[in-house]
């Protein structure tokens, strides 16, 4: 298992247990779909996809298009120092202003 996908399944995680609290139902990487989907009540609510640097692109910006026209709310979660870059897709795409960014970073900080 690479590191990007290390990093991606643990922001995954992390997130599933955030949203928890807030929506009675958490689907997480439903097959094909977005990495999680967040219901409640029966009513999906919003979808989450977490991305790492290099799956910040055009491919998955005609994706994240795709996903943001289904109706629900989409959030992306991006790491920090590409939140620029992902917000520049997102304009091209003509979706910045249906999108919600988050951004994550891992600190270790040392004594």
Do not use: C, Q
Not at 85 to 108: H, N, P, Q, T
Request: charge should be neutral; glycine fraction near 8%; charged fraction near 30%.
């Amino acid at each position: 298992m690479n590191n990007e996908k290390l990093m991606h399944d643990l922001i995954v995680d992390r997130l599933r247990g955030r949203f928890s609290k807030e929506y009675s139902e958490i689907k997480v990487n439903a097959e094909g779909g977005p990495d999680i989907v967040l219901t409640n009540h029966g009513l999906t609510i919003a979808l989450v996809e977490v991305e790492t640097d290099r799956s910040i692109n055009h491919e998955k910006a005609a994706k994240w298009k795709e996903m943001a026209d289904s109706g629900s709310r989409l959030i992306l979660m991006v790491p920090k120092a590409a939140k620029v870059r992902a917000m520049e897709l997102l304009w091209k795409e003509g979706i910045a202003d249906r999108v919600g960014v988050g951004s994550y970073e891992i600190v270790i900080n040392m004594p």
